[in-house]
């Protein structure tokens, strides 16, 4: 089975997978796998890697007329990231110092974030 560009983002010609990818952002991405749906907030960046110290607020949401759907790739030791998470990676990688991300989780895989940029001036 062929995989589209669309699912997978390409990093330096590679395919970017989670053994790729530093200890702080494999953390990120299990969690959001754990959380399923809700938020990360206040999660700070340092060197462009995301800071469990202090710890980001994490919401979860239940929806209590859907079944939860766990993932069977958060057990896997490696797999291909969709490219979801790899555009909020990419992010992370042009973002100052003390930078804080809300991010939005749906299905285990960022939806959309926010980013709270600190004061340049």
Known sequence: MQQSQSDVRRAGGRQMKKSSVSQPRKRLLERMQRV???R???LLLR??????SP???VIRRVAIEKRRVTHSKGQQADFQLKDHVATLFEDFDHSPDGA??????EDGLPAHFDVKEPDSD
Do not use: K, L
């Open 36 to 38: 399923g749906h809700g």
């Open 100 to 105: 804080s991300y809300s991010i939005a989780i």
């Open 55 to 57: 710890p980001p607020e």
């Open 47 to 52: 060197g462009h890697e995301p800071q469990w």
């Open 40 to 42: 990360i907030n206040n």
